[in-house]
């Protein structure tokens, strides 16, 4: 759809703007900042996992020439607070940290020193005469090691390396479990596995000697939260501090927390009255920044002879890492333990969780991190189908909600509304053939070939409802968007959200132009500036700017809109209520030539108040929040075709199919590849990529030679149907971003299951889903 067409935006395939400068190579990501007389920072990193610092040579790298400065961690804490991020949330032990480490390291790739230098080489130079003295001591890997009596302690006020426990209890599951005529246990080890987004972390810290003025341009997700830290841990007034973000080589959740980098950062280039920059490199992007995904899941299912469930019991042991960064353990494994149970009716439910801390780096948040659930899930369903002898269609259907059915409470005790999980199940199913698939599966065999059918479903908060972050202890916070009618009669709106490559410049601006009836060209959104835009926590994650992000648009356009109209009003002699906006023009309706420009009359607010009609608002600004009413779901159903290579241990993805519902579509181009790129991240997850540490703690995926990610030939034509379910709510639109990745994992899982039952093969418990296992499954190696 052209953009110069007027109206009739939201629904159409609009090109998305940002893409202009994305796709030409004119986008300004951090290594573009070159401020006058940018200094270069590298940081000295631990070589080992665990050990205490015995001491520190830095005096001949302070000798090299270029090197502004060297600071070593007990320098660096002088100038900072202590870093917490896990306070205040309730029977959590998050130990709290410096900026680089003192006394201690804790994981391969921790941060020891910072070295300042005119040139990158120059530091990276220094850095390396840098001796540093290690007392090793025995590394904890594992959460079984850290869990273990007697292992070794990473954090003198952490017993027993449990920085968390959770529990969440619904219904009477020993009741549940009485009566079942089938129980059924499972476990799955899920690796760890990373963001990997194509630019990496990175900031350019300006401290303005002559104001006291400190700007620090970011690759963040969340301007407003790292301004607040940031302030916080270098005692830098809050009013002076100043975080900007531009473009964003993606983040799938890495950008949203602060890391000791920026800390330190910042407090460097205050300390030194300097501009300093840091941008890591791929080694330390996968050593350094953290990863997810490392759970283990073991769950009981109790089950009547025809497959209803009566209860889950569920415990969920989570690898944190060594220190606990933003969102807080708990918040993800809460989402997981109230998600758990999905769109399905489930009497009964009890689930444990243990967070434990490892000589490893970071748990981080990743599109949609608490995606476990359903992986662990839909892979029962499957196992349930096989006990009662139905097949994996029916066991859903005989166990799903329909939308008609509810509101209704979940398995895990909140209400469960407008959950379309089985309508796009139903929708699913009628688009495969099951019994054609078995047949073209006996006829393969027949050939010598292994092939596989999974399916599965889910729901997920985008943005949830008050009720739901309530129970994860995570606030449901209003969106405030910030909309002026400039003076030439164009539109301006400012929002806190950070687009990360999902185009919220795009999408946004559909929303006005139609709520303010000019054209999409004459919108321009704004984001990233601090100085500019509204506080809010979280800015862009957790897919909920599809809802929350275009409502706070839409009250904003329409409190503008109203006082536009309230003035035309006066200076058409009309009732506000028979006019309307098209084109840019203000008219009566059924009396186009009784009008007024947008422009003329923005002029006359701006330039001559005084002439204008008094008694009216004639302010063409407004900041307005969106409390979200009662929240929504996103929700979809996937079905995955593979092939297995019995000779190689090759798995080859050959149809996909997704059914998704987020509700009214704004831009179909924005959701196909949010939906596209969620299932090619979910896939290449399982099949490729791995965080792998060795025994001692040692990284063994520093590079893209050893940490593999998917390509094109990994991922088919992905099918997409939508439906768009329209909730109550005013916007009618939910979040897309994270289904693919969640549910992409489950459906493939259970299309290798579907294929290792057809040859009697073992079923593989911990991810990735490897060759090796693959070939240890069938049979072809001991394993």
Known sequence: MSSSVMGGFVGARVKRRED??????????????Q???????????????????????????REVEGVVAVITGEEMAALTNPLNLGAPIPNLLSPTYTALATGKVRYVGEPVALVVASDRYVAEDAAGLIEVEYETLPPVVTSEQALAEGAPLLFDDVPGNVIHTGEIEHGDIDAAFAEADHVLTDRIDQHRWGCAPMEGRGGVATFDRSTGMLTYEASTQTTHLLRLLLSGFINQPINLMRVVTSDIGGSFGLKFSIYREDVALCAAAKHLGASLKWVEDRNENLTAAGAARDESVTIEAAVKADGTLLGFRVGMVMNNGAYPIMPPAPVVTNIAGYMLPGPYRLPAYRFSSTVAC??????????????????????MMDMIAREVGISPVEVRKRNLVPVTEQPVTSGA??????????????RLVEMIDLDEIRAEQERARAEGR??????????????????????IGFPFSHEPVRLRIEPDGKVTAFTTQVPHGQGHETTLAQVIADEMGVAYDDVRIVFGDTDATVFTMIGTGGSKAGMMATGGAMVAAREVRRRVLDIAAHMLEANPDDLQIQDSVISVKGAPASKVALAELAMGCYMAPGMMPQGVDLDL???????????????????????????TGRIGVTRYLVVEDCGRIINPSVVDGQVIGGVAMGLGGMLLEHSAYGDDGQYLAGTFMDYLMPSAPEVPEIEIVHLEYETTTMVGSRGVGEGGTVLAPAALLNALDDAFAQVGGKRITATPLTPTKVLGALGVIDG
Not at 413 to 426: K, L, P
Not at 450 to 471: D, K, N
């Open 20 to 33: 202009v400068r994305i796709l030409t190579g004119t986008g300004r990501y951090i290594d573009d900042v």
């Open 413 to 426: 005790g909140f209400v469960m509304e407008g959950v379309t999980a089985s309508e796009t199940f139903d």
């Open 621 to 647: 600004e407004a900041t307005v929040k969106y409390d979200g009413e009662n929240g929504g779901w996103g929700q979809g159903s996937h079905a995955c075709w593979i092939e297995v290579d019995q000779e």
């Open 450 to 471: 292994l092939l596989g059918f999974g399916m599965g479903t889910f729901y997920e908060p985008a943005p949830g409802t008050p009720e739901f972050w309530g129970l």
């Open 358 to 379: 490892t000589n490893k780096a970071s748990y981080i948040s990743l599109r949609g991190p608490w995606a476990v659930e359903t992986l662990i899930r839909e892979r």
């Open 35 to 61: 401020e006058r007389g940018t200094l270069t920072c590298h940081f000295v990193r631990s070589t080992v996992a665990h050990a205490r610092l015995v001491g520190m040579d830095v005096a001949a790298a």
